[in-house]
């Protein structure tokens, strides 16, 4: 059995378990009410034990003791399956990072290379400045800009809506 979730970016099917004799699939919607996140499908002539959350709560009823096993098995694959995309998500991530080469996007490149930006606050307004630091002060965390003609201005995060780079190219 596989279980697939198709991905209309790049318009691939993506496999997320290749289930063995005796694997369970479909703890989300199982244990969410939800709907179903992916597809399965059978290679294979199969057998497959469905198991409605109605069933499963009226066993607990019968059986509570069962039904916490059961339940407590459920939810340790669950969160085995989510470490799993959660780690391949975290490398997902730092590879684009690394292949796009936007690990030079950080703040100290922005520094070291006095590259222009374009700071749109949460009121509307726009400052234009190159960065000349990010600093922690008791109330956060703020940026300074410097102004094309020398000022300075002092920004704190919460008051940032958005940062354009290379602002001065537009």
Excluded at 17 to 44: I, K, P, Q
Aim: hydrophobic content about 40%.
């Amino acid at each position: 059995m596989i279980v697939k979730r198709w991905i209309t970016e790049g318009n691939v099917d993506k496999i997320l378990l290749t289930a063995e004799r005796g694997d369970v699939f479909g703890e989300m919607a199982f244990v969410d009410y939800g709907l179903r996140t992916a597809t399965a499908y059978a290679e294979v002539d199969s057998m497959i034990r469905c198991l409605s959350r109605n069933t499963f709560n009226s066993f607990c009823e019968k059986y509570p003791n069962a039904g916490a096993k059961a339940l407590d098995n459920l939810l340790r694959i669950l969160t085995l399956r989510l470490r799993a995309t959660t780690e391949s998500y975290v490398d997902a991530v730092q590879y684009n990072v690394q292949v796009s080469g936007t690990e030079s996007l950080g703040f100290q490149h922005l520094i070291t290379s006095s590259m222009t930006v374009e700071v749109l606050l949460t009121s509307g307004a726009s400052i234009y400045g190159t960065v000349v630091t990010v600093e922690k002060s008791e109330a956060g965390f703020q940026i300074i800009l410097r102004q094309p003609k020398g000022g300075l201005i002092m920004t704190p995060y919460h008051a940032i809506a958005c940062i354009y780079f290379d602002a001065d190219k537009k």
